[in-house]
């Protein structure tokens, strides 16, 4: 399905308009931000919660938001089919095609549901075969929902909808209506689109509104879409999603053309082979590199902007997508061979937050762009949230990113193509770091949150994955302009060559400036110490981290990060670690961690952990792929083949197409 279009957001998007959105006494606009000293000085943060404007804040989060466009099922007999009349239920996706076959009984008679998305429109088509049809006993059912409220009640919004608030909104059917094609139009406040429906004239359909318009039943908006003859025991239809009344394309053509492109998606870009493996995890690791692939097909490859955690499925986070998660969602394009939709993405995503980095930095007192933590493409807004105000790893991903796409494309354009985001991050990232009178050092925070988010935000200093990536950052933009041929801003350079160094204690490197050893024993921070493995291998080589001890502090964080507390991305990040420091047992160990870290039968990741968010999430499938490439390609001067494959446990890894990682 070609949802990657939808996730571009034209009419996904709920957007409410600020001006107007009044929530009780407080309006969004009095929010200002939340003032925490650093560095000496008040700097108002625009992305912490305002504990005296909370529904302020609360709508801050909440919005814009991605809607539900439509469900679509089956009626039997007049009424909603339950799930109770369905008997013998199997579902079947053929991956190549891109091709869902769904096949059950209702009421001992068969019925067959073949779904396939497009990738040219943001469309579906159904064919649904059954002699019910013959009978007029079977019909397909249209239904829109309302979203939810927003309110503090739920730590994340997982939604698909709900249908308690029929006035609230209106749908109609729509003018074209008559013929091989009709729609329905879905006002919710200011945002409307309409779904538009075709079929072949053979096997006409047509459409009607069950309640009368202005009911007040939970049912009010649902359509049945019904043969006009008895004669076929098949009908087939396509449902499109846009702006406007259109008349969308017959479904044999997409039917057609999003076979040959899923065939395309399969051939392009590089791939890998464990089936020649004699290791009894080969054919799980197998199913999770096939499956990983078509789910970010369909939930990652917008263009313009980042999947959400939980793709296109349900609304975790309120639906919005996280700045500081965009190498987990999206690198594996540059090492799979698949530059393309790593293109679509990037740099734009940066150019449109661009405008509201500048300005946002410029409110706070500091020079280029600081971009955002939790957002949305439309407004660029910082969502407020504890964390949110204060997090930093988010700040050089774009250098990290530019240098992917060098990699991949190692000319001249890539270079300028890049400069502006480049230029713009490296002169946040030197003028936000405050110089220490006492250490001559530049520091980064008071106040600051790390990767993990487990230390105390008031006091966090020099956080040691943070300081290294700005490191590395501030090395990378200077090469960079090297490259280019264009002089190097003194200030990127001597603060590149003032910064602090990742803290230390007794020889291990410490999640932050000011631990004693006693912090290993702390269940706060050693509950997650994934920041310290992140230092080598999803970190580049860069001066400000020292192998050896690097390499000690993997190995102690391996004797205290145990299985049951590896969750979310914390296996791909392990991985990685693991084959830098020259472990591939250990990598192996980590990518076939079966029994604690689950994909379930349709080769979703599960997240694990406080719960709260059902499957999909996007970074498991879309780092697994990440670190997959990453122990089967290798890195920037890494050496042999399968580097991070482990010799001799019966692993025979194919592969082509792949590029190092950085
Ligand atoms: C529905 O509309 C009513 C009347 O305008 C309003 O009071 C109520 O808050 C709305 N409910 C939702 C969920 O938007
Ligand atoms: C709609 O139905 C709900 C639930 O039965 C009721 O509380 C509400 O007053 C009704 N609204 C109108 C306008 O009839
Ligand atoms: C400067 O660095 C020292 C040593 O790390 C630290 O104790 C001190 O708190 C820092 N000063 C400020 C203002 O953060
Ligand atoms: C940080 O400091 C601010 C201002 O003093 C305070 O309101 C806030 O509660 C503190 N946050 C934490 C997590 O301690
Ligand atoms: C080490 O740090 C802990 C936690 O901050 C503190 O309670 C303890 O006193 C420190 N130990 C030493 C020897 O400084
Ligand atoms: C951590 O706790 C263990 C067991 O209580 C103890 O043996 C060890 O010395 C402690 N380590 C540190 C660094 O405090
Ligand atoms: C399969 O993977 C698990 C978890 O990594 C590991 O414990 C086990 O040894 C592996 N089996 C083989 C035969 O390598």
């Given amino acids: 399905m070609r949802v990657n279009q939808v996730a571009a957001g034209y009419c996904l998007l709920l957007a409410p308009s600020l001006a107007v959105a009044r929530i009780d006494s407080e309006l969004p606009s009095d929010y ?3 003032p925490r000293e650093t ?6 943060y625009d992305a912490l919660p305002d504990p005296n404007l909370k529904q302020a804040t609360q709508w801050l989060i909440g919005n814009p938001n991605r809607i539900n466009l439509g469900r679509i099922g089956l009626t039997y007999k007049g009424a909603t089919v339950s799930s109770s009349q369905i008997t013998q239920p199997k579902q079947v996706l053929d991956l190549w095609n891109g091709i869902i076959t769904s096949t059950f009984r209702i009421n001992g008679k068969d019925v067959k549901v073949i779904t396939q998305g497009d990738f040219e429109e943001d469309a579906v088509v159904f064919r649904v075969e059954s002699d019910l049809l013959k009978r007029g006993d079977l019909g397909v059912e249209l239904d829109f929902p309302y979203p939810p409220i927003h309110t503090t009640a ?5 939604f698909a909808g709900v249908y308690d608030f029929p006035l609230n909104h209106t749908t109609s059917i729509g003018t074209n209506s008559k013929g091989s094609s009709a729609s329905i139009k879905h006002q919710l406040q200011e945002t409307s689109y309409f779904a538009n429906l075709r079929w072949p004239g053979q096997t006409a359909l047509e459409l009607s509104r069950n309640d009368p318009g202005g009911s007040n039943s939970t049912t009010a908006h649902r359509y049945t879409l019904k043969p006009v003859s008895r004669k076929s025991s098949s009908i087939i239809f396509t449902a499109q999603f846009s702006p406007d009344q259109r008349n969308p ?5 997409i039917q057609a053309r999003n076979k040959l492109e899923w065939n395309k998606y399969w051939q392009e870009g590089g791939f890998v082979d464990v089936t020649a493996s004699s290791n009894p995890n080969a054919t799980e690791l197998q199913r999770r590199i096939v499956t990983s692939q078509y789910h970010v097909r369909v939930n990652s490859a917008a263009k313009g902007q980042s999947p959400q955690e939980s793709g296109l499925m349900n ?3 309120y639906g919005k997508f996280h700045m500081e998660m965009v190498i987990w969602h999206n690198a594996h394009w540059a090492t799979w061979g698949k530059q393309k939709y790593f293109d679509n993405i990037f740099p734009e ?5 661009l405008p509201s980095s500048l300005a946002r930095a410029k409110a706070m007192g500091w020079q280029g762009a600081r971009w955002p933590k939790m957002t949305d493409p439309i407004y660029g807004i910082n969502s407020p949230g504890d964390i949110n105000g204060v997090l930093l790893w988010q700040q050089p991903h774009a250098l990290y990113l530019a240098n992917l796409a060098y990699q991949a494309s190692p000319t001249r354009k890539t270079l300028q193509r890049w400069d502006r985001v480049v230029t713009e991050t490296a002169d946040y990232m030197a003028s936000y770091a405050g110089l220490n009178a006492s250490t001559g050092k530049y520091d980064l925070g008071p106040p600051s949150y790390g990767v993990t988010e487990n230390t105390p935000p008031n006091s966090t200093r020099n956080l040691a994955y943070e300081i290294a990536y700005w490191s590395y950052g501030l090395d990378a933009a200077r090469e960079w302009k090297r490259k280019l041929g264009q002089r190097v801003p003194d200030k990127w350079t001597h603060v590149a060559a003032n910064l602090a160094l990742p803290p230390q204690v007794d020889g ?3 999640v932050y400036d000011g631990l004693n050893s006693s912090w290993w024993n702390d269940t706060k921070l050693n509950g997650d110490p994934r920041s310290l493995i992140m230092l080598q291998g999803i970190l580049p080589d860069t001066p400000a981290v020292n192998p050896m001890i690097a390499l000690a502090t993997a190995d102690k964080v391996a004797q205290v990060w145990t299985d049951d507390k590896i969750r979310g991305w914390g296996r791909p ?10 472990n591939p047992s250990r990598a192996m160990y980590h990518l076939t961690a079966y029994d604690y870290w689950k994909f379930d039968d349709a080769g979703f990741a599960i997240r694990g952990g406080d719960g709260g968010t059902p499957p999909p999430f996007m970074p498991g499938n879309a780092g697994f792929l990440y670190a997959v490439a990453y122990v089967v390609g290798g890195w920037s001067g890494s050496k042999g083949d399968a580097p991070g494959v482990p010799k001799g446990q019966g692993w025979i890894v194919k592969h082509e197409g792949l590029l190092k990682a950085l």
């Fill in 154 to 158: 739920y730590k994340y919004e997982v």
């Fill in 32 to 34: 200002h931000g939340v």
């Fill in 508 to 510: 291990l490197y410490a």
């Fill in 349 to 353: 995503l940066y150019e449109r937050l």
């Fill in 39 to 44: 560095y000496g000085r008040q700097v108002f």
């Fill in 249 to 253: 394309s017959p479904p044999s053509i």
């Fill in 573 to 582: 990040v392990l991985a990685i670690n693991s084959a830098r420091i020259g």
């Fill in 315 to 317: 609304n975790g986070w």
